[in-house]
Every structure is written in C-alpha cells, then in structure tokens.
C-alpha cells in the first residue's frame, strides 16, 4: 500500500514559540525525500505528528485523505526511527525484531536478520549493551526490515562510521528498487546522501523554505569558477549563494544554467545541496 502525504496549513505551537508555522505541501507516493533545515527547523516535530505520535495545534496531515493520529490501520505503515532511544533497554535485538514484527505486516525476518549478520551484530545482545553505532545499526534493520510504505530516518546513524554509513546508503538504494515505497529522510550529513533524494524539502524556523525535485535544483543552479572580471560579468543581475574571491580569481555559486556559464568563459560545476540549505536557512525571509 502506497501512500500520499498532504500536509495543509500545519502548526504546532509550544506555548507562545511556533515548531511548524502554517506549513503546506505534498508528498507524492514512493520517492526518496530528503527533509533538510538547521536545529529546531521544525523537522522533528513534523515527523512526529506524521508518525502519530502527536498531535497538531492546528491544520493537518492526511494519508491518503484520512489523519494518522491514534489510526492503527495508518500508524502501522509509517516507520519512525529515530536517532536514539528507539528500544526499551532491558530487552534483547531479538525481542526487539519480535516485537516490530508484530506491529508492521509487511515485516520481512530474512532481510533483517540478513542486516544483522552485515552490521556484525548479535540477537542475544541486550540493547542497553550496545554503542551508539551499534543501536543505529539496529535501528536501521528494523526500519528497512519494516517495510512500512512511509519510513522516515531522523539522523539514524549516529556513531556509525563512514564504512557502515555507506552499507546503509546501499542497503536503502537497492531495497527501495525492488520494494518501492516512500522514504523520508532527516540528515545533517547531507552531501553524503543528496544523491539519493528524488525531491528535497527545506524548512527555516517552522516554514517551508523550499519544495523542489533535485534534478530540477540541480539544473537551475550553478557554481562558476574563472577571472573576477568574467565573473562578475556573468553575475550582474543574478542572486548570489555564495562567492570567493582569490588573486584575480573568483568562484560563486548562483542560480543560473549551466549553458549560460560555459558561454560566458567560466568553469561550471553544479551547487552542493548543502550549500543551498544553508544559504535558504540563513536568509531571513527566505
């Protein structure tokens, strides 16, 4: 079962401070989204009232036109793993498979006990035992184990190193060919996996910043490398992201095509999504 996600007019407000202010938009079914902004953007509180953990201060989220909270029927296609305290401590990985095996119908053992023999972990080992590596470890097996029609990683790897991280990316790429479904993911380690993300949001202080295919980010920005002179030529007029200047040099990322630069003289690369990110959550209204 595929889902599509409407998010209309969404708030949540902690007494007087908004976390989601007002926010629309959609997410398609069975696409990799990559959910982007800085510390207490807002993205955590959205993946909560998403996974029915709570409840909005106002507007709301629907799947497939009906709301999440306290619907077990819907609770139970969204996987929500988190960066900690994903498990009860006192008990085993294997209890812990038991018990999210019983939640999720589409839960597949084999490919779970297949990510526990990649990641070198054990199911006699009690989760109170395990490093920060290790419980991500877990926490990514069972959120692709879950095979949840909406599975949303919040920073699932922390301790993981850069190896491990990788098997993970790989893991997600191939599952989610053979096993189509939706996949929301929160990073901060985002030029390590912006190549996954079919679209992108970005949120800035509660609201929606950015809602854009990354093929189509990518295409209309541009990082430009050449003389000061050819450079500054070819920026009059354009919104610049970023710019450096060195002996006579300059690179800037801008927005702009990539056809357009070449034509001016300049070296082209494409704009690191990071680099975006930051920019639209620095810009006061952005």
Known sequence: MLMKIEVNNLSKKYGDKYALNNVSFTLEKNKI???????????????????GQTMATSGDIKLDGESPFDKQKLTESICLVKESNNF?????????????????????????????????????????????????ALGITVGLASR?????????????????????????????QENPRTFIFSTHLIDEVSLMFEEVLILREGTLALQEDSEILREKTVA??????????????????????L????????????????????????????????????????
């Not at 989204?33 to 996974?51: P, V």
Request: overall charge negative; charged content about 25%; aromatic content about 12%.
């Open 33 to 51: 989204y990559g959910l982007l902004g800085r510390n207490g953007a807002g993205k955590t509180t959205f993946m909560d009232i998403l996974s």
């Open 224 to 245: 430009v490398t050449g003389p000061t002179a050819k450079v500054d030529a070819y920026l009059q007029g354009k919104e610049v992201i970023e710019r450096k200047d």
């Open 148 to 176: 949840a029609p909406i599975t949303i990683f919040d920073e699932p790897y922390i301790g993981m190193d850069a190896p491990s991280r990788k098997r993970f990316y790989d893991f997600l790429l191939e599952d989610y």
């Open 88 to 136: 009860p401590k006192e008990i085993t990985i294997k209890n812990v498979l038991k018990i999210f095996s019983f939640f999720y119908p589409h839960w597949d053992q084999d490919f779970a006990e297949q990510l526990l023999g990649e990641f070198n972990l054990s199911k006699k080992l009690k989760v109170k035992t395990l490093s920060k590596g290790m419980e991500s």
């Open 247 to 286: 002996a006579g040099n300059s690179m800037a990322y801008t927005y702009g095509t990539k056809e357009e630069a070449v034509s001016a003289g300049l070296q082209v690369e494409g704009v690191p999504i990071q680099e975006l990110m930051i920019h639209l959550t620095e810009r006061k209204g952005a």
